[in-house]
């Protein structure tokens, strides 16, 4: 009901709500709930610091059934034609160790964990696509080769989007430098705790989401660009509309306007 009501609210001011439902990374809420789906016997315990851990998805046919399941029902809920999943800063140690996966690496002909990721994520889309909706990642869905219909949030600098779009997939260009919106954007003195890195809104207000050294033909793969906000540092809505303000809306700027038809100054 909570889903329906912000589709919906969403939906009456022009706005797309898109489900990031993260794999096979990212997932240690799931898999100290599940364990059964991770690549470890041992008890799993929920993440109480923030940061990247090495519990994972293991590729089992279980696994898939599992994701599946919730994914099906994601896809009743949101009527995007996109589901997010994630697929960044997945962690490979468990994968490494683990005799299935080591045993369907082989079977599969996968040369290393990358490509068994490329295997996983794949194997999502292929599924997804029987339920009419395509799929958008970070950039490490490239790494290991690119599932077919894929596209991609180019966070870590802009070579991954290069890639992508150079392939002729959909890109979202969400550079950590200006877009993360986490950071810091003035100061430091006086400014609540962030994660760090410095976004100011002149440097949000002049990024150019179409780089340079992409080929004409492929810059039409680029979609726009993407602000982020992580909230691990945020305790209060008054401070998400202070990170967000009022650099969402040179954001939005940016992706209406070519960079020589903006005007710094008259926006500040």
């Avoid at 470890?40 to 109480?48: F, L, M, R």
Wanted: with cysteine; proline share 6%.
């Amino acid at each position: 009901a909570d889903i329906k009501a912000i589709v919906k609210y969403a939906q009456e001011r022009y706005i797309t709500v898109i489900p990031e439902i993260e794999m096979p990374g990212h997932a240690l809420a799931a898999l100290a709930a599940y364990p059964e789906y991770a690549c470890s016997d041992s008890a799993i315990e929920v993440g109480t610091n923030w940061g990247v851990y090495d519990q994972v998805f293991c590729p089992t046919e279980k696994t898939f059934t599992f994701l599946q399941d919730i994914l099906s029902e994601v896809a009743l809920l949101f009527p995007s034609k996109y589901i997010h999943i994630g697929g960044d800063e997945v962690v490979k140690t468990r994968w490494k160790e683990n005799a299935y996966c080591q045993e369907l690496m082989k079977r599969e002909k996968l040369k290393d964990e990358n490509e068994l990721q490329s295997y996983f994520i794949k194997r999502i889309e292929k599924f997804l696509l029987t339920r009419q909706k395509k799929i958008i990642g970070w950039d490490e869905i490239l790494e290991g080769g690119l599932a077919p219909n894929a596209a991609v949030m180019s966070w870590r600098g802009e070579a991954g989007g290069v890639q992508a779009a150079s392939l002729k997939h959909e890109v979202v260009m969400t550079p950590g430098t200006p877009c993360y919106f986490d950071h810091y954007q003035a100061g430091p003195e006086g400014e609540p705790l962030a994660f760090g890195g410095f976004n100011t809104l002149q440097m949000v207000y002049e990024y150019e989401p179409i780089p340079s050294n992409l080929d004409t033909a492929s810059q039409r793969y680029i979609l726009g660009a993407q602000g982020n906000l992580w909230t691990e540092y945020i305790t209060t809505p008054l401070q998400i509309e202070y990170m967000l303000l009022p650099r969402m809306p040179a954001l939005a700027e940016v992706v209406k306007k070519k960079k020589k038809k903006r005007n710094w100054a008259d926006f500040n």
